[in-house]
């Protein structure tokens, strides 16, 4: 009877966990599906509401207009180079320090530590930082939003505590013993063993570059280095693009309309390639983030 009446809880449970997940999944992915058959639908029947399960009046007029830009293409191209050079230069810095302070034979490393967690509650603030990029020679190049966001403390410490729980030091020991030196330990031997960490630091790194705007309004004044996300802000927001774009519509009605498709497109443009990077990544994420937060 025991056995009967835990495995009806156990299911019991069971359903209420699917019941609430799949509740939450809906909740999530409805708005993202909305997007998505809003900006291939006729915006009237969007703006009246007539559009909320499927499609209707199925259009592609909003992507040929954003497309049919040039400079949607070139803040394509910014965005991926400015995502891949500021990906792999906080890889590469986060990893080696996480590494580095990992180590029990650092010496000094608590004091390293105290000054990373510092930073992480005091900063010097917008103008400072302005100033310090503005005589560093960094303003109008790629460098300003790369740079100053190069380290981020809370990575540092997600991977320190990964290399603590995930390394044995015997395996250090090991290795010592048959001559690899350092460096070759942590590329032979630690890199291959820390896939996990690793691709969780190239998502945070990667969605973080690509999402990036802010820095890209304070220091950038060259349109031909705006990345994505600036020139979808003026699509938007400002209308620059628009007015380009819709210059050859004399209809205020039909301008209004072919700018509400726009708008959904422009979501989806934007919201592309993070949506075909994270699948590949997502089997490692759970597992680094718990690793690297709770173990050690």
Same mark, same amino acid.
């Given at each position: ?31 993202l ?12 029947? @969007? ?14 007029e ?20 400015y ?9 590469s ?14 010496a ?7 000054l ?19 005589q ?6 790629m ?14 410490i ?19 013993m ?18 996990p ?18 820095q890209?309004?304070?220091y ?26 819709l ?14 498709l ?6 989806? @443009?934007?919201s ?14 759970v ?10």
């Amino acid at each position: 009877m025991a056995a009967t009446h835990r495995t009806r809880m156990d299911r019991a449970f069971d359903i209420f966990n699917y019941t609430v997940l799949t509740f939450v999944l809906i909740v999530v992915l409805y708005p993202l599906y909305t997007v998505v058959i809003s900006s291939i639908s006729d915006p009237d029947l @969007v703006n009246s509401g007539k559009v909320w399960l499927f499609p209707r009046g199925i259009t592609f007029e909003g992507y040929e207009r954003i497309f049919s830009d040039s400079s949607i293409w070139l803040g394509y191209r910014n965005s991926l180079l400015y995502m891949t050079v500021g990906t792999v230069v906080n890889v590469s810095l986060t990893l080696t320090s996480g590494y580095a302070l990992s180590r029990a034979d650092l010496a000094g490393r608590n004091f390293f530590m105290l000054l990373i967690t510092f930073t992480m509650f005091f900063g010097g603030g917008l103008i400072p930082t302005y100033l310090l990029v503005k005589q560093l020679g960094m303003v109008n190049t790629m460098w300003a939003l790369i740079v100053p966001g190069a380290v981020g403390a809370y990575n540092i410490i997600i991977a320190r505590t990964f290399f603590q729980s995930s390394i044995p030091n015997e395996i250090l020991e090991a290795a010592q013993m048959d001559g690899c030196s350092n460096t070759r330990f942590f590329l032979r031997i630690v890199l291959p063993l820390s896939v996990p960490i690793v691709a969780v630091m190239v998502l945070f790194s990667a969605v973080g570059h690509w999402n990036a705007y802010f820095q890209a309004l304070i220091y950038i004044r060259n349109e031909n280095l705006y990345p994505l996300q600036l020139i979808l802000r003026k699509i938007l927001i400002v209308n620059e693009s628009q007015d380009q774009m819709l210059a050859n519509l004399t209809d205020m009605t039909e301008q209004q309309r072919i700018a509400d498709l726009m708008k959904y497109g422009v979501i989806m @443009v934007a919201s592309l390639p993070m949506l075909v990077l994270y699948p590949f990544l997502q089997k490692y994420f759970v597992k680094g983030v718990m690793i690297g937060s709770i173990k050690g």
